[in-house]
């Protein structure tokens, strides 16, 4: 799964705009996975902030469906993979609870991979997914 994130994140900014759909598609699809995998305890199978880990934190997990909704109606994929990532954050903003992705995601990859490739293959998979989650 990790090199095919990869592979289809490179696919989609190269291909023609028929062909770029269809790997958004197919990392959206990816993204779901990971999501479930990785984000679903806090922010909830739904995406609404209402995952089983929410109430142990001490600030409640966003609604990630309503992040366009908070922003004109507008997705800022730029802005939201930087934060997933966690690993560009200013120290002066302040402590996190959530996890440095950017780190995880790049962890435990195949041989030959390089980690931060990797780690923004899955990151960008994730934002396809939380694009197609959007509150309309």
Same mark, same amino acid.
């Given at each position: 799964m990790r090199r095919s994130a990869i592979?289809?994140?490179l696919a989609a900014a190269l291909a023609p705009p028929a062909l770029a759909d269809e790997g958004d598609a197919m990392l959206s699809r990816v993204g779901a996975e990971m999501f479930q995998q990785y984000c679903a305890s806090c922010h909830g199978q739904s995406a609404a902030g209402d995952g089983p880990a929410a109430g142990a934190l001490r600030t409640p997990p966003a609604d990630l469906t309503r992040i366009a909704a908070r922003? =004109? =109606?507008s997705f800022p994929d730029g802005e939201i993979a930087r934060f997933v990532d966690g690993r560009f954050d200013v120290p002066a903003? =302040?402590?996190r609870e959530m996890p440095i992705w950017g780190r995880k995601l790049g962890e435990?990859?195949?041989e =030959?991979?390089?980690p931060d490739e990797v780690a923004r293959g899955r990151i960008l998979a994730l934002v396809e997914y939380l694009k197609t989650i959007q509150a309309k």
């Open positions: 592979a289809l994140a922003r =004109g =109606g903003h =302040g402590t435990a990859v195949a =030959g991979a390089e």
